[in-house]
Nanobody, 124 residues
Framework: QVQLVESGGGLVQAGGSLRLSCAAS????????VGWFRQAPGKEREFVAA????????HYSNSVKGRFTISRDNAKNTVYLQMNTLKPEDTAVYYC?????????????????WGQGTQGTVSA
């Protein structure tokens, strides 16, 4: 299994940006798909974005499409989530997760390894 650590969260005003990082240790992301999920206060955890280890294959939820961009740097064993045009409803704990099957699915059951999360807060 891979150990995942999220970073880059913080407080930002509406319309601003945050760049989240998901760093792996213990193993590499060589053939893993990586997904980002988030959980807002009082809500269930939801899918945000995912990327396959092969190039050019990404998937976004409708709520973030056009605003968020997922990318990966396999040399650094890191996956990023660039979040632009942030809204207060984007406030959540953001988690990254690894899928050894590499499908970049949108369901939590597809992912085996999860990070501890990083808090992103968007003020109005």
């Amino acid at each position: 299994q891979v150990q995942l650590v999220e970073s880059g969260g913080g407080l930002v005003q509406a319309g601003g940006s945050l760049r989240l990082s998901c760093a792996a240790s213990g193993r590499t992301f060589s053939r893993e798909a990586v997904g980002w999920f988030r959980q807002a206060p009082g809500k269930e955890r939801e899918f945000v974005a995912a990327i396959r280890w092969t190039g050019g294959s990404t998937h976004y939820s409708n709520s973030v499409k056009g605003r968020f961009t997922i990318s990966r740097d396999n040399a650094k064993n890191t996956v990023y989530l660039q979040m632009n045009t942030l809204k207060p409803e984007d406030t959540a704990v953001y988690y990254c997760a690894a899928d050894p099957q590499g499908w970049a699915a949108s369901t939590e059951a597809s992912y085996d390894d999860w990070g501890q999360g990083t808090q992103g807060t968007v003020s109005a």
